[in-house]
C-alpha cells in the first residue's frame, strides 16, 4: 500500500511539472499563436477539462473562449514540437576542476597501492555504459573487495566536499552515494572521450573524482586526464577543441563537473609489468534521484 501511496503522490508532482513547463510556453515569444493554442488545450486536458465546457454567456461556443480561431475539431489535435522550443540557450562547462596534491597520509598511499598489489588477479576488464567496442581498456578491482579502505577514503572526500564545491561554482547537494573503483592502466590502455552522466543508468552522476597512485620513481608516461570545454543542450553534452590538461601525479586527487567531456590518454609502460602502471581510485558522487 505504502508504495501506491508514493506512486500517486508522484503522478501528481510529475502531472503538476509538466503543466509548470506548458505554461511557461506560453509567455515564450518563440511560440506562435497556433501553438501557443494548442498549448492552452493540453493543459486543459491534463486538468481535467473538456475545452468544449468552457462555454459562458460572454464567449461563443464555436471559438471556446479563443479569439481568434483556431477552431476546435474533431480530429486529434497535432503535438507541438517541444524539442524545438525547450532549452534554447547552452550551458558551457569550461573543464574547470579542483586539483589537490598529497591529498592522503603517506602510509595510507603506501596502502592502497599494497592492495592493488596483493589484489592483482582479482582484477576484471573494464567495460562502458554504452558496451562500446575499442572505445576502453583498463582493469577494474570493486570496492568491495577494499572496503576498510573505501570507507577511510569515502570519509576523506566527504570531508573535503565542502571546501571543492565552491571552487567548481556548484550548489551544495545531498549525497546519496559515493561509488568508487579501483582502476589500473598499463602499456597501450586509455578511455576514449565521455562523460559520467549521460545515461539513464548514470543521471544522478553529480561530481566525478580521480586519486592516482603508483609506484615512485614513476615506470609509466602518458595517462593524461584531458576535460574538454562541453556545451550542454538538449539533453547532449558536445565537447569543444579547448581542454585542460592533468598529469597523473602520485597521491594526487581530481574533482570536475560529471557532465564534463573527458579522456584518458594512452598509456606507455615498457615493462609492462602490472605494479608499474598508473592507477587510480576513481568514481562519482551521486545526488538523490528527483
Known amino acids: 500500500m505504502a508504495n501506491d501511496i508514493v506512486s500517486v503522490d508522484r503522478l501528481k508532482q510529475l502531472t503538476n511539472q509538466s503543466i509548470e513547463t506548458l505554461e511557461s510556453l ?7 499563436s497556433q501553438q501557443k493554442a494548442e498549448i492552452a488545450f493540453k493543459i486543459l486536458e491534463m486538468v481535467g477539462v473538456s475545452p468544449e465546457n ?18 476546435i475539431k474533431t480530429d486529434p489535435i497535432p503535438e507541438p514540437d517541444y524539442q524545438s522550443v525547450i532549452q534554447k540557450e547552452s ?40 558496451q562500446a567496442v575499442n572505445y576502453r581498456q ?6 568491495t573487495l577494499f572496503p576498510e579502505f573505501y570507507n577511510l577514503m569515502r570519509n576523506k572526500i566527504l570531508k573535503s566536499l565542502p571546501e571543492i564545491l565552491p ?34 543508468k548514470t ?23 584531458r576535460l574538454y570545454e562541453t556545451e550542454l543542450k538538449n539533453g547532449s553534452a558536445i565537447s569543444h577543441g579547448k581542454y585542460k590538461t592533468i598529469e597523473p601525479r ?40 528527483n
Open 54 to 71: 468552457l462555454t459562458s454567456s460572454a464567449v461563443s461556443a464555436p471559438t471556446n473562449g479563443f479569439s481568434p480561431k483556431p477552431e
Open 167 to 200: 571552487k567548481l561554482n556548484h550548489q551544495p547537494f545531498d549525497v546519496s552515494q559515493v561509488e568508487m573503483q579501483l582502476t589500473a592502466h598499463n602499456d597501450g590502455c586509455f578511455y576514449k572521450i565521455h562523460n559520467d552522466s549521460g545515461s539513464e
Open 26 to 32: 506560453l509567455k515564450s515569444p518563440d511560440i506562435s
Open 138 to 143: 583498463s582493469s577494474i578491482l570493486y570496492a
Open 250 to 289: 602520485n597521491n594526487s586527487i581530481v574533482f570536475f563537473d560529471s557532465r564534463c567531456k573527458h579522456e584518458v590518454m594512452p598509456v606507455r609502460c615498457p615493462s609492462r609489468r602490472f605494479e608499474d602502471g598508473r592507477f587510480t581510485l576513481n568514481g562519482w558522487l551521486r545526488r538523490p534521484e
Open 91 to 130: 550551458l558551457f562547462l569550461a573543464g574547470d576542476h579542483v586539483f589537490i596534491e598529497n591529498f592522503l597520509p603517506l602510509k595510507d598511499n603506501r596502502e592502497i597501492l599494497n592492495i592493488a598489489f596483493s589484489k592483482s588477479d582479482q582484477f576484471v576488464g573494464s567495460t562502458t555504459t554504452t
Open 203 to 225: 543521471y544522478t552522476r553529480t561530481i566525478t573524482y580521480v586519486y592516482y597512485f603508483h609506484q615512485e620513481p614513476k615506470q609509466f608516461s602518458g595517462g593524461e586526464l
